[in-house]
């Protein structure tokens, strides 16, 4: 192929190269999307390959003279197929732009070219062709008759049929086609139609589809973040527990029926005041930095990995604990703590 013909504003392109060009541009951007995946390196590749594209579309639309601007009925699917393919995540989405980019690139190219002067290489005619190369041929001796050789007359002859016959085999077949879909124009468009609609409305709806998943509640992410985290549980003798989430402190007891949900939160400051904080008898005081009611109608003070080393001590050598109204017996809680090798490190 004539390379520098690739990026030529003036010349014209034939059918067959307008469609090897689009399709080769369509596959290196599928390639590049199994390489680099979608995002913005795929949106740069489709803009290098875009003007490409463009150029084509430009000399074929003057090949059959058609206005300028019929141009950009390639270059617009080539985006959209770009962008669904690094954004959209939907096959049926990307399909669908294919197809579309298809239909158009088929419409350009069935188009009968207008007859002019110009030469076509390649598929490519205009300011680029290069001048084709004579064959070199052997010296033909004479015979008595005065003429070439027959047999020499005829390998010419054979050489040049070669040469143009599959050209005009491949037209003869595309124009038996064209000659059908003219024919047949209603069927044609109502399949295409419906198959179109079908495909759209499918890229549609997963493109909808996966846009309606509902999001995780904050509060189920939370707690499922939670039980992700390996949990050290230590039952106290007065009806209340400890729980370790790594160097986190959860104080956790089971309170009265009610909504699951925040009781006080330290980062608003809202809630029971009650629970504002944790108060020993000896009248060290700790913040918790949430209370909330849990699901199983328990309650779970957090405490900051700051605070944890001292409220397992206070636990382990106070007599009693307040928090949320509630007042809880120490009595036996070093020896509980004692068993667990999570809690030991804090006495």
């Known amino acids: ?33 199994m390489l680099i995946g979608g995002g913005g390196a795929l949106i740069f590749l489709a803009l290098l390959l875009a003007p490409l594209l463009g150029l084509s ?153 996966s846009s309606d998943e509902a999001p995780l509640e904050p509060e189920l992410v939370e707690v499922q973040a939670q039980n992700s985290v390996e949990r050290d549980e230590v039952t106290l003798p007065d009806g209340f527990s400890l729980v370790l989430e790594d160097k986190l402190l959860i104080m956790r007891w089971l309170g009265e029926a009610d909504n699951p949900g925040p009781i006080w939160s330290l980062a608003t400051a809202e809630g029971d005041r009650s629970c504002a904080n944790l108060v020993f008898n000896n009248g060290s005081e700790y913040r918790p930095i949430i209370v909330e009611m849990m699901p199983d109608t328990s309650i779970e003070a957090r405490f900051t990995p700051l605070d944890t080393g001292k409220i397992i001590t206070d636990i382990a050598l106070r007599g009693e604990v307040k928090l949320c109204g509630y007042e809880f017996s120490l009595k ?16």
């Open 1 to 33: 192929m004539q390379y520098k013909s690739l990026f030529c504003i003036k010349g014209r392109d034939n059918w067959q190269r307008f469609s090897v060009i689009s399709g080769s541009l369509y596959l290196t951007l599928l390639l590049g999307f």
């Open 57 to 209: 579309a430009l000399r074929r639309v003057r090949d059959i003279e058609r206005p300028s601007w019929f141009a950009v009925l390639t270059l617009l699917p080539f985006m959209f197929f770009s962008l669904s393919l690094a954004y959209s995540g939907s096959a049926m989405a990307s399909l669908t732009c294919g197809v579309i980019a298809g239909l158009m690139t088929g419409f350009l190219s069935i188009q009968k070219a207008k007859n002019h002067s110009g030469i076509y290489q390649q598929g490519y005619s205009g300011p680029l062709v290069e001048p084709r190369r004579e064959r070199s041929r052997s010296r033909v001796e004479p015979t008595l008759g005065g003429g070439a050789d027959e047999g020499e007359e005829q390998e010419q002859v054979s050489y040049h049929e070669a040469e143009y016959a599959s050209p005009q085999k491949s037209r003869a077949t595309f124009e038996l086609w064209l000659t059908w879909a003219k024919q047949n124009q209603k069927l044609l468009t109502a399949v295409l139609g419906v198959a179109l609609f079908l495909m759209v409305l499918s890229s549609l709806w997963s493109i909808l589809g």
């Open 332 to 347: 036996g809680s070093q020896s509980a703590l004692s068993k667990s090798d999570a809690f030991i490190p804090y006495l």
